[in-house]
């Protein structure tokens, strides 16, 4: 479904992807292993097609179509979608308004308080709720996890937040991705718990820019555990994203 061809994406004078290769099949759970500071987040935003992280060299093919120049809207509209470390705010948007949004274009819907208990959400707690800054952190990642249930994407990146994973819950993380699978979905996870990398169908590790090894994920988290280090190859300047 989507293959990565010497990927390489530089800002400044820090090469962030390094000629990265990858492949993900269809209906395939793929996550990606790697301590902070590999190029983790940057090689989400690079397929997703975030206008500030163009690659400059190598090629992305997703259903046999180059989407090398496509931008984030056009990689929408094929099927790929990213939940992000930082789930956005609307104000004034509801709940249950964005749910809906999220489904407008699919044929089969979902009732929105059945999105909601998916995410472990109660639905007559949240469904009314502004999708604003009075949702805790958490609160709006589930929330942003039922829309991506609502949109049955072809593929889904999921950006694993470095923080607040306890308050995510990894079996509800779990739970998403396995639903998503079902129906479906291809879903890249982007991680650095060997525990979530452990559920994926393949497992690749990311260091410095680049896949050094895919294959199962016991092999992969092993060699994660033995090999993989603090990194000081750093992926955004002063902020790093993983």
Known sequence: MLTLTNVTLQKG???ILDHL???VQSNEIHSILGVNGTGKSTLAYAIMGLGDYPIQEGKILFNGQDIT???MTERARLGITLAWQEPARFEGISVLSYLNLA???QKEKTLPAELLQKVGLDPKRYLLRDLDSTLSGGERKRIELAAILAQRPQLA???EPDSGIDALS???IKNVIL???ANGSSVILITHHEQMAA????SSVLCAGKILKTSIPEEVTRFFRNHCQPCTHVNQPETEGG
């Open 13 to 15: 004078d820090r090469k």
């Open 21 to 23: 290769n990858l492949t």
């Open 69 to 71: 120049a496509l931008n």
């Open 103 to 105: 489904q407008r274009q």
């Open 157 to 159: 990146i999921l950006d």
């Open 170 to 172: 990894i079996e509800q």
């Open 179 to 181: 639903t998503l699978a």
């Open 199 to 202: 559920m994926a169908d393949r």
